[in-house]
Nanobody, 121 residues
Framework: QVQLVESGGGLVQAGGSLRLSCAAS????????MGWYRQAPGKQRELVAS???????NYVDSVKGRFTISRDNVGNIVYLQMNSLKPEDTAVYYC???????????????WGKGTQVTVSS
């Protein structure tokens, strides 16, 4: 079974910074991709950033140069450092972890419960 525990959300003024963390307990699974998604009210959930097991990263254009995703492969933790925050970054942020079984036959995706990020103008 996989469990994800997110932390680090909150209220910040525009231009400020926040750091999100997501710790994954994955039993015997192998983590492949870790990522952060967000969903603002009335909008679809979107990928913010992802990082694979080799450290390759991917960002949505709107956060490039402001957000940095990183991961601790020993502790199975993924971080999202968010700088120069804007009011349009306000959303619930969700951690997502993709895993495979030990024989790499099956893939599964797990989501965290979400953490609120609110940026005031």
């Amino acid at each position: 079974q996989v469990q994800l525990v997110e932390s680090g959300g909150g209220l910040v003024q525009a231009g400020g910074s926040l750091r999100l963390s997501c710790a994954a307990s994955v039993s015997t699974f192998i983590i492949t991709v870790m990522g952060w998604y967000r969903q603002a009210p009335g909008k679809q959930r979107e990928l913010v950033a992802s990082i694979d097991s080799g450290g390759r990263t991917n960002y949505v254009d709107s956060v490039k140069g402001r957000f940095t995703i990183s991961r601790d492969n020993v502790g199975n933790i993924v971080y999202l450092q968010m700088n120069s925050l804007k009011p349009e970054d306000t959303a619930v942020y969700y951690c997502k972890v993709d895993v495979v079984d030990q024989l790499r036959r099956y893939r599964y995706a797990y989501w965290g419960k979400g953490t609120q990020v609110t940026v005031s103008s």
